[in-house]
């Protein structure tokens, strides 16, 4: 699985931003697409996940519960994250990362993705 992640950019706080990971290649049933970031000086911390062909269940990290929103266009093989009231404490490189079998209970650890996109920046001034 090949991920292309984009849409980063700078905004100011309490604006919007919507990322998007292109997915390309194998595919499986069980495939899970997460959203991670990474801000400078800090270890990369889970953001959100969606199960994209089941039944389409997310995931979020509390910090982003109620503004930001993981979902999927399988006919596209994309995944969206649309980034609402933004904070300065939001910027970070965001990554996208696939995983083709994985357990509920890891879903928030990215050593269980096996594939990773590469980085999208996002900026967010006060």
């Known amino acids: 699985v090949q991920l292309q992640a984009s849409g980063g950019g700078l905004v100011q706080a309490g604006g919007f931003l919507r990322l998007s990971c292109a997915a390309s290649?194998?595919?499986?049933?069980?495939?899970?697409i997460g959203w991670f970031r990474q801000a400078p000086g800090k270890e990369r911390e889970f953001v959100a996940a969606?199960?994209?062909?089941?039944?389409?269940?997310?995931y979020y990290a509390d910090s982003v519960k109620g503004r930001f929103t993981i979902s999927g266009d399988n006919a596209k093989n994309t995944v969206y994250l649309l980034m609402n009231s933004l904070r300065p404490e939001d910027t970070a490189v965001y990554y996208c990362?696939?995983?083709?079998?994985?357990?509920?209970?890891?879903?928030?650890?990215?050593?269980?993705?096996?594939?990773w996109g590469q980085g999208t920046l996002v900026t967010v001034s006060s």
């Open positions: 990362a696939a995983s083709a079998s994985i357990i509920l209970s890891s879903i928030r650890n990215s050593d269980s993705y096996g594939y």
């Open positions: 290649g194998r595919t499986c049933s069980r495939e899970t």
């Open positions: 969606i199960f994209r062909f089941n039944n389409g269940r997310t």
